[in-house]
């Protein structure tokens, strides 16, 4: 018979390993918006891809651009964690309104416009990403919010007015030390 203190022992050091795969892999939470987490591993997909978005959008556009004018890391981070509470909010919010039916009209949209040929090598060069990522990275909010946007319409309101007023009444909680959310958006500590 084994010993209740190695049982014990070896619990807490499986527990332990576990947490540190976790940890290692980026799935701890970042932030929290209402009660549901975005993830590092989230953010840090999300930045790579604004990050490479943003280098070839200055490579295109801009053949020497002042170094004020550009885009700091930080905030391109600002930026993208801003852009995923918003997201939290647009999707809870598109929920509410259209309920169940939420995640077949989500993929009827990504589904047909990622029908588009040649799509994958675009989005490979454009945003340093895969496609099945690029669909539920950035298609997915995306019809989120086209499907708020609509539903909203419908009865006479506009995103831009429920989104001021839905992240101010947000319980957004950062877990990042550098961060914090005023109300409206993420700013730098």
Known sequence: MIKKPYIIFLLIVSIALFVILLISFGYYPIAMVNGHFISKRTFLKNYGAAAVYYQNFLKTYQQNPAPEKTASP???QRSVLTQLIENSIVEAGARKEVGADLNA?????????????GLD?????????????????????????????????????????????????????????????????????
């Open 74 to 76: 930080d905030d391109i």
């Open 105 to 117: 009209l989500v993929e009827g949209k990504v589904s047909q416009a990622s029908k588009e040929p």
């Open 121 to 189: 090598k675009a989005v490979q060069t454009l945003y340093g990403m895969n496609l099945d990522d690029f669909k539920k990275e950035i298609l997915a909010p995306q019809a989120e919010r086209d499907i708020l946007t609509g539903r909203l319409f419908l009865k006479g309101g506009n995103i831009d007015d429920w989104l001021r007023d839905a992240k101010k009444s947000a319980n957004v909680v950062i877990f990042s030390p550098q961060f914090r959310w005023n109300g409206d958006m993420v700013e730098m500590k």
